[in-house]
């Protein structure tokens, strides 16, 4: 089991920016591709970005590509979500997630991630 943990959300201006972390306990974080999503509220949840577990490839949805950067630090077991320049078009909850694939790769796909974090809230004001 993996349990996450997302922290970092809030209420900030259009044009600010925010880092969300993700903290991960239970099996080996290394091993893991870790996404972010996001869902407002009445909408699916969509993919945001990802990253496989030695960062070789990364992946990014075209709205956030340029504005946001998914990192890990393997050695706090952690995941960050740098996100610059948001837009009203940005809040929404963030869920951290993890998809063991010791071989590597990313996916976009809700279904392949096996781990969820509760979310957190991101609130963008125009």
């Known amino acids: 089991q993996v349990q996450l943990m997302e922290s970092g959300g809030g209420l900030v201006q259009a044009g600010s920016s925010l880092r969300l972390s993700c903290i991960a306990s239970?099996?080996?974080?290394?091993?893991?591709?870790m996404g972010w999503f996001r869902q407002a509220p009445g909408t699916e949840r969509d993919f945001v970005a990802a990253?496989?577990?030695?960062?070789?490839?990364?992946d990014y949805a075209d709205s956030v590509k340029g504005r946001f950067t998914i990192s890990k630090d393997n050695t706090k077991n952690t995941v960050y979500l740098q996100m610059n320049r948001l837009e009203a078009g940005d809040t929404a909850a963030y869920y951290c997630?993890?998809?063991?694939?010791?071989?590597?790769?990313?996916?976009?796909?809700?279904?392949?991630?096996?781990?969820w974090g509760q979310g957190t809230h991101v609130t963008v004001s125009s």
């Open positions: 997630a993890a998809d063991y694939r010791p071989d590597g790769g990313t996916g976009r796909d809700t279904r392949e991630y096996d781990y």
């Open positions: 990253m496989d577990w030695n960062g070789a490839n990364t």
């Open positions: 239970g099996r080996t974080f290394s091993s893991y591709t």
